[in-house]
């Protein structure tokens, strides 16, 4: 059975810096990623990066996040700096299998930034 757990969301003022977390389970994922879905808005990609450790950013995110993964745990890691109110949003782990046919999703994880 696939599971994605994530971990590491909150509450944090602008400026500051937060680390998401996301282990993955049950089978072999090529790519990870994160999404983000902010209220009355579409979910929308963050990051991913490939098995080979080939990475995309969204234009907004660019210099500020940095995406990575550790194959030998299957967990992808968020590390976002210099956060701002706009990124405030749920943010979810997105995995997708080997043969890229199946994808998976966390559960969600809250991410606030005050100003």
């Known amino acids: 059975q696939v599971q994605l757990v994530e971990s590491g969301g909150g509450l944090v003022q602008a400026g500051g810096s937060l680390r998401l977390s996301c282990a993955a389970s049950g089978t072999i994922f090529s790519t990870l990623g994160w999404y983000r879905q902010a209220p009355g808005k579409q979910r929308e990609l963050v990051s991913a990066?490939?098995?080979?450790?080939?990475?995309n950013y969204a234009d907004s995110v660019k210099g500020r996040f940095t995406i990575s993964r550790d194959n030998a745990k299957n967990t992808v890691y968020l590390q976002m700096n210099s956060l701002k109110p706009e990124d405030t949003a749920v943010y979810y782990c997105n995995a997708l299998s080997l043969n890229r046919r199946y994808e998976y999703w966390g559960q969600g994880t809250q991410v606030t930034v005050s100003s």
């Open positions: 990066i490939t098995s080979g450790g080939i990475t």
